[in-house]
């Protein structure tokens, strides 16, 4: 017990727990939504983009880096819904060309002039104890914007997630929902990239949200349950991070990995029947025949 | 069943064309829904069925010609059951709720939404399944399930796209009757319908597309040799079966003659 207790006396630790905690709940939330739609592949792509934005605003305006780096995200995102719908071009490949581009940007410039923040290796895999108040305030503002999203606007987005067609026909705007669910992503990604590193943002949104899915077949719970688990992630991910001496980010991410391991080997088939459909790649794999 | 159309206009196409991209799927049809109008749709795949509904629907718009609607119409769109995502999770009531987008803003249902919802599952037969996941649900019961939360919006005019498509002898008997009572109750119907025998046969009032409008009219006005060789490009039979149209295809010997 008292081994357990131990990190808790270091007031760095106890800010760590809360921010890691609290990320992984922000991440499993908005997971959920990108999860049901098959953007996935969004959440890496973003995180890829917003350190390109990280990087360049540091030689332009440095000490608004964190404002830069969010607009640069959610620029990246509303190009790639612009670009999916306005072109042939698929999700995927507008995500590969327009994200992974800004994140080689921001490589060449960390690698041309160097950083005056954050440094390269914090920003790939996360600094927990080094984030600021003011990142901290960031955490709690967007935590707090997109819970108040997602409860006020339930309805449309479950209605716009699960048949956007028939959503638009019943009065829901569904663009602008499309465009404010990609601004409290691109901010949720920004809030978290300093506690959970650029490289594994995309799978804590990915992996709370598939266990959730694995567990239940109602939206309601998923989501009460993919938060609960992003959660309890960073919660434990951070306690077993301080006695591996490993990046809180990594352990973070592994820990809900562990997660998935054990759901799978519980749920068994039911549980991979449930999350099949979450990739339109896999629609028909293991569904069960309707009655 | 009647309803051709002669009551106050809902939704008017004038001249309306359409396209994907460069592929053109419809050249210009004029069509116009009225409020007792109960329409089926005919043609083959690809005839631009779907896009016609769209054009209705306002989620498509028309590249040439008008599109004018009643202000404040309620519709109610019904997607085809191959369309939807069936391992999405959500039950039925979750999915029939969804199409109360107005009003209530909490993501919990009030009891009065429970009831209406309970309502209308009871009306339609299904009333025991509301916690019931979407997938385990049979072709006609997810079919009934998409009517539950078209008509809980209360709709003056109601869209289906291939209602009886993948649904046993049964239930498309079913689906019929309840769209003939729907109709009865003063809601306007459109629908698409590949189903000659089964469907279209039985609807007061068709339309034959295949990517322009070839006929209208009643099923005794289009449902002839020469319409459906216009509409679906090969040459049927019709015979009168108890005062009704039945379409059979040519008769083999006939493909084979004709095949050398």
């Known amino acids: ?291 | 069943m009647t309803g051709t159309g002669v009551g106050p206009e809902l939704i008017r196409l004038d001249g309306a064309s359409a396209s994907y991209g460069h592929h053109r799927v419809l050249t210009d049809v004029s069509f116009h829904v009225h409020e007792d109008q109960f329409t089926g749709i005919v043609g083959p795949s690809g005839a631009g069925k779907t896009t016609l509904l769209r054009l209705l629907l306002g989620t498509l718009a028309p590249i040439a010609g008008d599109v004018s609607r009643r202000p404040d119409l309620r519709v109610s769109y019904v997607p085809q059951l191959e369309t939807v995502n069936w391992n999405f999770p959500v039950t039925v009531m979750e999915c029939v709720l969804m199409s109360r987008t107005r009003g209530r803003r909490l993501p919990w249902a009030s009891r009065q939404e429970k009831a209406d919802v309970h309502g209308v599952l009871d009306r339609l037969g299904i009333g025991g399944l509301a916690e019931r996941h979407i997938r385990q649900l049979s072709g006609g019961q997810q079919q009934r399930m998409f009517l539950a939360r078209a008509l809980l919006r209360q709709p003056q005019l109601l869209l289906m796209d291939e209602p009886t498509s993948g649904v046993d002898v049964s239930t498309r008997h079913d689906i019929l009757h309840l769209l003939g009572d729907l109709h009865e109750d003063g809601v306007a119907i459109v629908l698409t319908t590949h189903d000659l025998n089964g469907m279209a046969a039985h609807l007061p009032h068709l339309v034959c597309v295949n990517h322009r409008i070839v006929a209208d009219g009643t099923p005794a006005e289009v449902i002839t040799p020469a319409v459906l060789e216009q509409t679906f490009g090969a040459r049927m039979e019709v015979l009168e079966h108890l005062g009704m149209r039945v379409v059979v295809d040519e008769a083999p010997s006939n493909f084979m003659a004709g095949g050398g």
């Open chain 1, 1 to 291: 017990m008292e081994t357990l207790l131990e990190p808790l006396s270091y007031a760095f630790f106890q800010k760590g727990l809360v921010v890691a905690a609290l990320s992984g709940a922000l991440l499993g939330l908005i997971g959920v939504y990108i999860v049901l739609r098959g953007m996935s592949y969004i959440g890496h792509g973003l995180s890829h983009s917003i350190f390109g934005g990280f990087a360049a605003a540091q030689l332009f305006a440095a000490q608004f880096y964190a404002l830069a780096a969010g607009l640069w995200g959610i620029a990246s995102a509303l190009a790639i819904t612009v670009v999916v719908k306005k072109s042939r071009v698929g999700a995927d490949a507008a995500i590969g060309v327009i994200t992974i581009a800004s994140f080689a940007l921001g490589v060449a410039l960390f690698a041309k002039f160097g950083s005056s923040g954050p440094s390269f290796e914090n920003a790939l895999f996360g600094s927990i104890l080094g984030i600021s108040v003011g990142q901290i305030v960031g955490l709690v503002a967007v935590s707090v914007l997109t819970a108040a999203f997602v409860f006020l606007r339930y309805r449309a987005l479950l209605f716009s997630t699960f048949d956007p067609e028939v959503a638009a026909v019943s009065g829901v705007r569904v663009n602008r929902i499309e465009a404010a669910l990609m601004i409290v992503l691109s901010l949720a990604i920004l809030a978290t990239l300093t506690v959970i590193g650029v490289t594994l943002v995309a799978a804590m949104l990915v992996i709370p949200a598939v266990i959730a899915r694995m567990l239940t077949d109602s939206f309601g719970r998923m989501l009460a349950y993919s938060t609960a688990i992003g959660l309890a992630s960073g919660f434990v991910g951070m306690y077993l991070s301080y006695y591996a001496g490993v990046p809180s980010g990594t352990m973070i991410v592994l820990v809900g990995a562990t997660a998935f391991v054990i759901v799978l080997a519980i749920t068994g088939g039911r549980g991979l029947r449930r999350s099949a459909g979450l990739d339109s790649h896999s629609e028909d794999l293991l569904a069960e025949p309707a009655a």
